[in-house]
């Protein structure tokens, strides 16, 4: 009887054991009572995957709980669990030429699914918006071009995009994936860094041109209100257009960061908005929080530049991309 009363006990040991236990970083800067109902006072931001050149793009997969995110220099797209870690999920990722890019991030960068499940890529060094030709449990480098020009100029480097509930893709098209990653490189066709729209014909369509680093991009509940980051570092702004058809009408500052500390790390980068339209803004510092207006609630303070994050689909867990790390956070929602 003591013999079965200690295996019992030893199972029980080593079950809680085997529990992975994760590094954690960062702290978070209360700026609003209101940040308490998103984030509890007591959470951590835990490093569950680590040893990236510049991770990206993140991707939560719910039916697989899978998270697929870029390492954008490393042209390979990596798939994390809770029971494997990080592995290999597909690469090349971005570029598939038949000679090695000269290009400093020829990978892809945001990911995201269409309405049908399928992986569609931002890919800097095809320079073009693509769908993977496989399902996402066959992962294989074959894609389909969604569109790579317009008027017929090849776009830079697509960066990161969203889908509206109708069913339209709009991306942005900074310089990040070229040579130089500036409007000074000689491959770069487009005069202006652009926002797109592909319509459901596949007509591209020019929304605005007027960014200087357009990148992060989403929609805020409703779909008549679109934010896009800038990660410009002279004009380190979110801007907030409303949504008329073809157009964006209305464009406006949604936040300035001309006076942010100078010694945070990293810009304006990729972003996401929850159902109650708060907004997950990767910039200085780490990720800040802001709500539907944009009035600053707090930050998660990061000490390596952030590139982007991810909403699981109960919105009760944010993954970052920060650097060489990915991280995640709970939520109280």
Known sequence: MRYI???????????CSSKQQYKTTGSIERIDPALDSIISPDAK???????????????????????LFSDVPTNTIYKWTEEKGKEVYLKPSGYTGPVPSTCKEPGSNGLLLNANGDLVLCQHGDRRMARM???????????????????????SSPNDAVYSAEGELYFTDPPYGLQTQDDSDLKKETSFNG????????????LVGSITRPNGIAFFPGGKRLLVANSDPGKKNWYVFDVLGDSL???????????SDKTWKGLPDGLKIDKNGNVFATGPGGILIFNNQGKLLGRLMLDNATSNCALSPDEKTLYITNDMYVLRI???N
Not at 195 to 206: A, H, N, R, S, T
Request: proline share 5%; charged share 30%; net charge positive.
């Open 45 to 67: 931001a835990e490093i569950i995957a680590e040893g990236f050149e510049w991770s990206e793009g993140p991707l939560w997969i719910g039916k697989d709980k899978m998270l």
């Open 133 to 155: 030709d496989a399902p996402l449990n066959e992962p294989t480098p074959k894609f389909i071009t969604l569109a790579d020009k317009y008027s017929g100029k090849r776009f």
């Open 195 to 206: 926002v797109y729209k592909i319509k459901k014909d596949g007509k591209v369509v020019l």
């Open 249 to 259: 009408i209305n464009g406006k500052e949604f936040y300035n960061l001309a006076n």
């Open 5 to 15: 009363f200690f295996l019992l006990i030893f199972s029980a040991m080593t079950g």
């Open 330 to 332: 709970k939520m109280r």
